[in-house]
């Protein structure tokens, strides 16, 4: 019984949130009989580029040419975050929409701008104009802060408007879960 309840329970866990890393989802990619053939006919000359897209990875196969020339990846793998093989296909321009990537500049000046804010908060009893500040100039300050980070994310990459803030929030709070 103890056995049962057990192995009912990894079955559980590895169905709900056996999440697996970028790079596994790479080495599983290679097992579909696509990326296999393709990886052949390239001997092994291929290039794997990982994304996480909703609660899948995409693996993107390309050779060098075909990356330098930054046309559609010649194979497309999705893998579930629990590991197990999607789908495989070679996409074509109406079958495959290029996952968001962009340049984490504006992420970075806002965690720059996040982390300053916060170290001037913490020593604001320590630096002498920062102690007339009263807790409502900081909670205004703080709200200045978040409208401007939306600007800046916004700003970055216009088509996608509020996706970039998901996009910002899955990588400034990669520890919690529920991302």
């Not at 559980?12 to 053939?37: P, T």
């Not at 913490?122 to 104009?129: H, V």
């Amino acid at each position: 019984m103890k056995n049962q309840i057990e192995r009912a329970v990894k079955e559980l866990f590895e169905l709900k949130g056996g999440k697996i890393s970028m790079g596994k989802a790479v080495i599983l990619s290679r097992e579909s009989w696509l990326v296999k053939n393709f990886s052949k006919e390239n001997d092994d000359n291929v290039i794997a580029h990982p994304y996480l897209e909703n609660d899948s990875y995409i693996v993107t196969w390309y050779t060098y040419e075909s990356f330098k020339s930054k046309k559609l990846p010649d194979v497309v793998v999705e893998v579930a975050l629990n590991g197990s093989i999607l789908r495989a296909y070679k996409p074509t321009s109406g079958n495959f929409k290029k996952p968001i990537v962009r340049s984490s500049l504006g992420d970075l000046l806002v965690m720059i701008l996040l982390l300053v804010f916060l170290c001037s908060y913490l020593l604001k009893d320590k630096i002498p104009y920062l102690k007339e500040l009263k807790s409502k100039d900081w909670v205004i300050a703080f709200l200045c802060f978040l409208i401007l980070s939306v600007i800046i994310l916004i700003a970055q990459c216009p088509e996608y408007g509020l996706k970039n803030i998901e996009i910002f929030l899955r990588r400034f709070l990669v520890f919690f879960d529920f991302f």
